[in-house]
Nanobody
Framework: QVQLVESGGGLVQPGGSLRLSCTAS????????MGWYRQAPGQQRELVAR???????NYADSVKGRFTISRDADKNTIWLQMNLLKPADTSVYFC?????????WGQGTQVTVSS
C-alpha cells in the first residue's frame, strides 16, 4: 500500500512563506505524476500544482508565480514552496500520487494564512 506523509503546514501571516513536503513509501518515479491539491471548507478539492514523471510541471492560475513544486528522487519526496501567501490560500493541502488509474492521498496538512 502506497503511503504519502505530508508535513510543513501551519499558521503564517499574509505575504509570508511556507514549504510543504510529501514523502512517499516508493520512488517518485513509480508514479505517472505527483502533486498537491487543496480543499477549503465547503469547497471542492482543487489542483494546486503537479509534476509528472518526466518533470513537467503545471499550476493553478491562482498560484502561478508564487508557488513552486519540486522533487528529490533520492528522498522519495516532493515539495511545495509557497511564497506571497494570501488569506485565500488557507486550506487543507493534500499530497497526491497517480499510478495508472489509481490515485493515492496523504492525510492532509492545514495551511492558515491570517494576520
Amino acid at each position: 500500500q502506497v503511503q504519502l506523509v505530508e508535513s510543513g503546514g501551519g499558521l503564517v501571516q499574509p505575504g509570508g512563506s511556507l514549504r510543504l513536503s510529501c514523502t512517499a513509501s516508493e520512488t517518485v518515479f513509480s508514479f505517472a505524476a505527483m502533486g498537491w491539491y487543496r480543499q477549503a471548507p465547503g469547497q471542492q478539492r482543487e489542483l494546486v500544482a503537479r509534476i509528472t514523471k518526466d518533470g513537467t510541471t503545471n499550476y493553478a492560475d491562482s498560484v502561478k508565480g508564487r508557488f513552486t513544486i519540486s522533487r528529490d528522487a533520492d528522498k522519495n519526496t516532493i515539495w511545495l514552496q509557497m511564497n506571497l501567501l494570501k488569506p485565500a490560500d488557507t486550506s487543507v493541502y493534500f499530497c497526491n500520487a497517480m499510478r495508472r488509474e489509481t490515485g493515492y492521498w496523504g492525510q492532509g496538512t492545514q495551511v492558515t494564512v491570517s494576520s
